[in-house]
């Protein structure tokens, strides 16, 4: 029975990730990004029904605005010309389309349909007008827009890499330029959000080196190097808002009659403490490999995929339960209870039925779920999101 009951266990959370090869920094991180964007949905969840919470839960959330969507794009950055390395360009973009694309199409349509039958329930006014979105404005689909955004920007970036001849400073102009450019064309934010988004890949790119460099990493899993960052995040935070005020990377909108020069100062001061922000949690994340401590925060990273696709629909189903049917409006039971949920339920639904049964909601085909093939025989296989371990070599 017991046996039983720890098989189980083990297949629901796929513990056996614990065990690969893998770049184990990247999971932890991952994993406390993640944790963050499920906080994010479950406080606004809360404050939309009236919830009443303290400033720090508020303070809190409008921090990790600043660097916790630009960290998966970076992620991204730091991978991808790895992969080109190995695989060719119609190959990745097959898998990113089936990792990124058309699992968006699928679940912002179920999410879309599940907020019009209940709408009796949620706190949101959705119309079948909303199916129109999916193509234009995912930013009305709450937390989606970032699955087209990764997948778009990606594409441009693979065409660059692949198609012209720029150099690493014309790269990072180019990523300032549309970082800029992005708030003025917000009406339509299936461009201004890749377009926005687009330098943290090209920042990723270049940090892949370093990041990915063996002697680097022992260097960088230093205790001096993250409390070092302490100050400067701290610093950052305060002057994000107190001087340039809170708000989100992703939800930005200018207009053409802008001072242009405050705009750009305080654009360019939102870039930094962006990257101040990231740069802090890389190094905890590293940190915390050298402990070897949380581990199921791994396990968490290795499924924040799907996570992110089905938790915002998993943290309103508890939100409902706990207020409409048991009276619950303790804002900590309600917040601690719908992050765990939302965390857990989607790992166990994937590795249960979703990667067996449902596979057609997270991919157009069975097999892009199992681990490809890369063309190299000499290299390990491993999951699509996060390259082999055995590419961690000097001087990538």
Not at 225 to 236: D, E
Not at 272 to 301: D, H, M, P, Q, Y
């Amino acid at each position: 029975m017991i046996t039983t009951f720890r098989k189980w266990i083990e297949a629901a959370f796929n513990s056996s990730v614990i065990e690969k090869k893998r770049h184990i920094w990247v999971d932890y991180l991952r994993g406390i990004v993640i944790i963050l964007v499920v906080y994010h949905h479950t406080f606004l969840g809360m404050v939309k029904n009236g919830i009443s919470v303290p400033q720090s839960i508020v303070d809190a959330n409008m921090a990790a605005y600043s660097f916790r969507m630009p960290l998966f794009f970076i992620f991204s950055g730091i991978f991808t010309t790895l992969s080109l390395s190995t695989r060719s360009v119609k190959s990745i973009a097959w898998k990113k389309f089936n990792l990124l694309f058309y699992p968006y199409v699928i679940w912002a349509t179920i999410q879309i349909t599940l907020q019009i039958i209940f709408s009796k329930y949620t706190n949101t006014d959705n119309t079948y007008l909303d199916y129109l979105y999916i193509f234009y404005q995912p930013k009305r689909l709450a937390h989606f827009w970032y699955l087209p955004a990764l997948f778009n920007s990606t594409m441009v970036f693979i065409l660059i890499k692949t198609h012209t001849r720029i150099k690493t400073s014309q790269h990072l102009l180019f990523g300032i330029a549309l970082f800029l450019l992005a708030p003025f064309i917000n009406s339509v934010s299936m461009m201004s959000n890749w377009m926005r988004f687009y330098i943290f890949l090209v920042i990723g790119d270049l940090l892949s080196g370093v990041l990915l460099n063996t002697e680097n990493q022992k260097k960088l899993k230093k205790p001096f190097f993250f409390l070092a960052s302490i100050p400067l995040f701290l610093c950052a935070q305060y002057y994000y808002f107190n001087v340039i005020g809170v708000r989100s990377l992703e939800n930005d909108s200018a207009g053409f009659n802008v001072n242009f020069f405050s705009y750009f100062f305080n654009e360019f001061s939102f870039l930094i403490i962006s990257l101040v922000g990231c740069a802090t949690f890389i190094l905890l994340s590293f940190l915390v490999e050298k402990w070897n401590r949380f581990k199921w925060l791994r396990i968490v990273g290795f499924h924040s995929l799907y996570i992110y696709i089905m938790h915002v629909i998993v943290v309103g189903l508890i939100r409902v339960l706990l207020m409409k049917f048991f009276g619950v409006t303790n804002y900590l039971i309600i917040l601690v209870t719908a992050i765990s949920f939302g965390v857990i339920v989607p790992i166990v639904f994937y590795n249960l039925i979703g990667k067996k049964y449902l596979w057609f909601l997270f991919s157009s085909q069975r097999n892009m779920q199992q681990n490809p093939k890369p063309n190299d025989p000499n290299i390990l296989p491993a999951d699509l999101r996060i390259p082999p371990l055995h590419s961690t070599v000097k001087n990538i």
